[in-house]
C-alpha cells in the first residue's frame, strides 16, 4: 500500500500530499505525531523500534510516532497508530506540538510539523513485532540519566521532544 504524508507550511497548514519516503528523501515539511503514555504512577512508556525501520532501528523512542493519512484526523491517526504498534488505544490529550529537523545516514530526513499528544494506560501491552522489539516503563529521572549516560541509544526526536514533555509534565503538576 502507498504511504503519503499530508505536505505543510510552517503553521501546519496543508500544502499539498506526497508518497512518504519521497517527502522523507527531499526533506520536505510534513505533518506527523508523537504519542506519550505515561502510568499512573507517572512513568513513560518506551519502544525500542525493530531493526527493520526505515530508520532508526533498534533505537529507544516515546511509545509511537508516525504520519496522519490524507484527510484523516490527525488524534484519530495517533490512536490508531498506537493500536497497530503496540495493541492498546486510550484516550489521548493533544499537549503541544513543535517542528523539528533530522538527518539520517540513509539520506532519509524528518522533517516534520509534529503533534504531541499524552495518555494514561496500566494495562496490557501487545507489540507488534514488525513495529517493536520490546518495551519497558521508564521514570523520567532514569530516562534522563539514560539519555545523558547513553545518547545513541535513543532516538533524535525523542531527544528534543524529552525535555519539552518533562516541562510540561512540570507544569502540570503546579
Known sequence: MLEEVILVDEFDTPVGVMEKMEAHRKALLH???SVFIFSRK???????????????????TNACCSHPRPDEDTCEAARRRLSEELGFAVPLKKIFDFTYRSEFDNGLTEYEFDHVYAGW?????????????EYRWLSL???QAELAEFPSTYTSWFHLAFPLIKS?????RV
Open 168 to 172: 510540561w509534565i512540570e507544569r502540570s
Open 121 to 133: 494506560y496500566d494495562q496490557g501491552i501487545y507489540p507488534n513485532p514488525e513495529e517493536v522489539s
Open 141 to 143: 529521572e532514569a530516562i
Open 31 to 33: 505533518r506527523a505525531f
Open 42 to 60: 507517572g512513568d513513560m512508556l518506551l519502544q525500542r523500534r525493530a531493526l527493520s525501520k526505515y530508520h532508526s532501528g533498534g533505537l529507544w
